[in-house]
């Protein structure tokens, strides 16, 4: 039951990436955009719907659910946290060596604040819009791409993160002077999410962890910070006494966003290792059709424009682009 069981998940490996894109990359890529589209909307749906006013106490009820299903998934031994099965102890204590969770301290961090100002941005703009800037993050991606790991790209493959970052630019250009703060979480938000996707390449293969291990750690080291920053911020009482707290849509609304996480954070490691950070964000914007899409229609927020147009399908060609480039092995 041991080994063979474990090689039904895929996970994470150390093996040196290709060029171009395997399948299984492919794979990773289609999962990830699928989940993110949901967990946006869901996401979205708790704060413009509901009028869910506690950003931060949504992610502490991810993590502490991810971190849930890990354990109990880790005991059923269904998962290892490595490439090679662990022992089958239960205590949460000793699932991963105290050595290894220092280790990922840093990728905690940046992953901890990936979360916290993710969702704040989430909260504060509208989908549309939320999504067109968020495509800059692949200019901030590659940049600490070279940084951390030392990863080049092609001139076509930085000609198309151009097209993508033009698109963003255009498509933003008459929406700058509406919210000042929104557009400046949304700023950081891409920062920090370019500090996390090159952290899982440079961390998550020397760590010895596979992608459930990573979540594990990021979990544990995240959780106990984020429940300390609920209380202290109200937003825990301010949870108990919300009006729609017992409503059945609310709830399941909640249960799905937890559920939707859990299987984007695996994604993201997923993508992100087999493929690269530069990959997995090319793979949030593809993504951006279905959710501008769906945000326009669903929750609104933000009127037709032409030059929106045009900035949204200068991006979504500048995605396609990346993804042809990488397919051919460009």
């Known amino acids: 039951m041991g080994s063979e069981k474990y090689q039904e998940l895929p996970v994470s490996d150390s093996s040196d990436k290709a060029s171009s894109m395997t399948r299984k990359g492919a794979y990773a890529a289609i999962s990830y955009m ?3 589209v949901l967990l946006i909307m869901f996401n979205k749906a708790a704060f413009s719907s509901y009028k869910f006013p506690c950003a931060n106490v949504i992610t ?4 502490l659910s991810s971190l849930i299903l890990l354990y109990a998934m880790k005991c059923w031994k269904i998962i290892s946290f490595t ?3 662990q022992s089958t102890t239960k205590n949460p204590t000793t699932l991963v060596p105290f050595k290894t969770l220092v280790h990922t301290l840093p990728l905690a961090i940046s992953y901890l604040l990936y979360m916290l100002v993710t969702m704040e941005s989430v909260r504060v703009i509208n989908v549309p819009m939320y999504t067109t800037l968020r495509r800059t993050t692949v200019a901030f991606t590659m940049i600490m791409e070279y940084f951390l790991t030392g990863q080049q790209h092609s001139y076509s493959v930085v000609g198309s993160v151009g097209i993508i970052v033009l698109g963003a630019i255009v ?6 002077s509406f919210d000042a703060y929104g557009y400046a979480v949304v700023f950081i938000a891409n920062i920090c999410t370019a500090v996390y996707l090159a952290s899982i390449a440079r961390i998550g293969k020397s760590s010895g962890l596979n992608t459930f291990g990573l979540m594990w750690c990021n979990g544990i080291i995240c959780g106990p910070f984020l429940l300390f920053w609920t209380s202290i911020r109200g937003e825990i009482a301010l949870t108990i006494n919300f009006p729609y707290l017992f409503s059945p849509g609310f709830q399941v609304v909640m249960l799905l966003s937890c559920v939707m996480a859990f299987l984007i954070n695996y994604c993201v490691f997923w993508n992100t290792v087999l493929n690269s950070a530069l990959t997995q964000t090319i793979c949030g914007n593809l993504k951006d059709l279905l959710t501008i899409g769906l945000g326009w229609l669903i929750f609104g927020g933000l009127p037709f424009d032409l030059l929106n147009v045009v900035g949204q399908s200068l991006g979504f060609l500048g995605s396609c682009l990346y993804a042809y480039c990488k397919l051919r092995g460009k």
């Not at 502490?60 to 993590?63: K, S």
């Not at 498509?171 to 700058?176: I, P, V, Y």
């Open 83 to 85: 490439s090679e099965p």
């Open 34 to 36: 699928a989940s993110a």
């Open 171 to 176: 498509a933003g250009a008459r929406d700058l």
């Open 60 to 63: 502490l009820l991810q993590i």
